[in-house]
């Protein structure tokens, strides 16, 4: 069966994305993934050199999605599938790329953990995430902002003559364009997957890269990889180099062996051929391997504590397996970013498939002859001449054009080529992708002023490069520009001319509710609690004087700001002026799971403890509750001594 590349529709349970949250993200990114100055002082120093490189302070100009909730209704989902007679490969271009499912034809075995529903929740960098399959993040420490987001795909020769397919977006954390090529070669029980990263500026950027493999867990699934040492990194924040394969007694390649979720990077020595494999009590399952420029690779574990089982059963339905996750990337850890230098790009293949080993040795006790015994088997499948043999093959091929287009991306990627004058063979960013969102740029482009509103409403996305921002500076000082301009400066660390330019566009504009809220986000990082109060107070009420609440179209602007400015009265010790917000609110936002954990904080604020606790007996979901958050445990504590019900506890760290 020759290679065949086809557009499908898989019908699942899914809960809505919902719509971006309207507000620039102005607040600290909040990334768990992170280690103390003093504690980088301890590691090797090329590590410690770019674990410090460039970290993100925030997503923008990325919109955060938190406007999903956990309805799940039948859902038609738009695919691609990549197939020949020995594997099935499916891919879900509108949300990130991702490789839903690997199956391999001969044995009949799904070689990836396939979640059976489409729940976000609240893991990505900006917010809304989903478990299971292959994915692909760049950009910065995290999960990518495009999880949940469309990418471009079309079809593709493959290097072998028969069909490929591409992926490719622009990726805006970094303003880096990207694709990925998926290919399956004849007579291959492998997956081919050539990835390219392309810098198109005359500056360096930072880059991160990590391929996320979601796996089927199980009492006796071992992960393996070629390493003795692994570096720890646990919710406690600290990065720990331990023995592979066990740490206190326990071995730590068994998933379920462990309480706490945690990562473990692996230290795969110089020279090793780089591979990452997940087999079950019969020695079956998956193994990825690269080229060397791929050097990292990963466990990520749920652990078999309350938390992490938790957390499983809230990222799918009651019954299905859970998963852990086996990992590359361009560096030995997820906290680090890699330069890329002007002009230059990184790319390598990767190649995802089966791998049967002799599960004595897979199990036994001795961790270099279970190596070694799947070292002998991925070398008898795919020897490691033929992953960079393949490469170079594929190579010349990244910069074919896409015969046929699959699937549609953003725009933005179109204005920065159009902006930038790119040229990027093998990706093209088609003018006819430009949308309402890129149209205000555009003209700003063009005519180097931005566009009136033409009806009340918030402000569009920003855009925060530099570029940009020359463009913001010299452009007409009207209240958007101004608002915009701040956004770009805020985002630069120029913080106090960030304010500046806020409140110049405040003394003139008609809609005076944006720009207040970026003073108040702006006087809360700064310490000035009771200003920042004031400044949300001021902005909640201006937004209710111009919303209209005979539709919907307001809600998600109502809900983001009335959250903000709850907590901000909260925190100044204002709950008559949070009331105030929480009665504006209307009944479709305050029966939220997030807006019902704000009430009981909000009664207790007010001193009605016993209605707190009542709000927790009758049961809530925080639907964009945050990877690592504890504030369920530290509302309840407020409330009681008792044992933190099992519903709400989602810890991932131990409690000393």
Request: glycine fraction near 8%; include cysteine; aromatic fraction near 8%.
């Amino acid at each position: 069966m020759a290679t065949t590349v086809r557009r499908t529709v898989l019908n699942m349970p899914a809960a809505p994305l919902g719509p971006e949250n309207p507000l620039p993200a102005l607040r600290p990114l909040d990334e768990m993934h992170v280690v103390d100055d003093r504690d980088r002082a301890a590691l090797p120093r090329d590590m410690a050199r770019q674990i410090g490189y460039a970290p993100l302070a925030t997503v923008l100009p990325v919109r955060m999605l938190d406007g999903y909730g956990r309805a799940r209704t039948p859902t038609a989902v738009d695919a691609i599938v990549i197939e020949d007679d020995r594997l099935r490969a499916t891919v879900l271009p509108g949300l990130g790329g991702r490789v839903h499912s690997l199956h391999h034809k001969p044995t009949g075995r799904e070689l990836l953990y396939t979640n059976p529903v489409l729940q976000p929740a609240d893991f990505a960098l900006n917010g809304a995430w989903f478990s299971g399959g292959i994915e692909w993040n760049i950009g910065a420490t995290g999960h990518s902002t495009l999880s949940c987001a469309p990418v471009h795909a079309a079809r593709v020769p493959a290097p072998d003559g028969g069909e490929m397919l591409r992926l490719w977006e622009w990726e805006r954390l970094r303003d880096l364009p990207f694709q990925v090529d998926l290919w399956l070669p004849e007579d291959s029980d492998f997956l081919h997957v050539g990835v390219r990263i392309r810098n198109p500026h005359e500056h360096t950027v930072p880059v991160y890269w990590w391929s996320n493999i979601a796996v089927p867990e199980g009492e006796r699934t071992r992960v393996l990889a070629p390493a003795d040492e692994a570096w720890h990194f646990g919710y406690e924040r600290t990065l720990t180099r331990v023995p592979v394969p066990g740490t206190d007694g326990v071995d730590r390649t068994y998933p379920l062996r462990s309480e706490f979720p945690a990562d473990y990077f692996y230290e795969v020595p110089d020279g090793a051929r780089r591979w990452i494999a997940s087999l079950d009590e019969g020695g079956h399952g998956l193994v990825q391997t690269s080229t060397d420029l791929l050097r990292g690779r990963k466990l990520f574990l749920w652990g078999s504590g309350p938390g992490g089982r938790r957390w499983q059963d809230w990222l799918t339905e009651p019954g299905t397996t859970g998963y852990a996750e086996i990992q590359a990337g361009l560096a030995r850890t997820q906290l680090e970013h890699v330069p890329l230098e002007p002009g230059a790009e990184f790319s390598w293949l990767e190649a995802y498939g089966p791998l049967s080993a002799d599960p004595t040795a897979v199990h036994g006790g001795d961790w270099a002859a279970a190596r070694a015994e799947v070292e002998h088997r991925l070398a008898t499948a795919l020897p490691r001449v033929d992953v960079d043999a393949a490469y170079e093959a594929w190579r010349p091929h990244a910069d074919t054009e896409p015969v046929e287009s699959l699937a549609t991306g953003s725009g933005w990627g179109a204005l920065e080529v159009r902006r930038g004058a790119h040229r990027l063979p093998g990706t093209p960013f088609d003018a006819s992708t430009l949308g309402e969102q890129q149209a205000p740029w555009l003209e700003l482009l063009d005519q180097g002023v931005l566009p009136e509103p033409r009806e009340v409403t918030w402000p569009g996305p920003s855009l925060v490069s530099p570029y940009w921002r020359d463009m913001l500076e010299t452009a007409s000082a009207d209240p958007l520009t101004e608002y915009h301009l701040g956004v770009a400066q805020w985002h630069a660390g120029d913080r106090a001319q960030a304010v500046r330019s806020w409140e110049r566009g405040l003394a003139i504009a008609p809609s005076r509710w944006p720009l207040l809220r970026c003073l108040a986000v702006a006087a809360g990082e700064s310490g000035q609690r009771d200003r920042a109060a004031d400044l949300y107070a001021e902005a909640f009420d201006g937004l209710c004087a111009e919303r209209d609440d005979d539709g919907d179209a307001w809600v998600p602007v109502t809900a983001a700001l009335g959250r903000e400015a709850m907590e901000a009265l909260l925190a100044a010790k204002r709950p008559e002026a949070a009331r105030a917000v929480w009665a504006a609110l209307g009944s479709v936002v305050q029966g939220r799971g997030r807006f019902r954990l704000l009430e009981a904080r909000l009664l207790i604020a007010e001193g009605e403890r016993g209605a707190a606790r009542a709000v927790f007996d009758e049961g809530f979901e925080v639907a964009d509750l945050r990877e690592g958050a504890e504030i369920l445990d530290e509302v309840w504590a407020e409330l009681t001594d008792e044992p933190l019900p099992a519903r709400y506890n989602y810890r991932m760290r131990p409690r000393d």
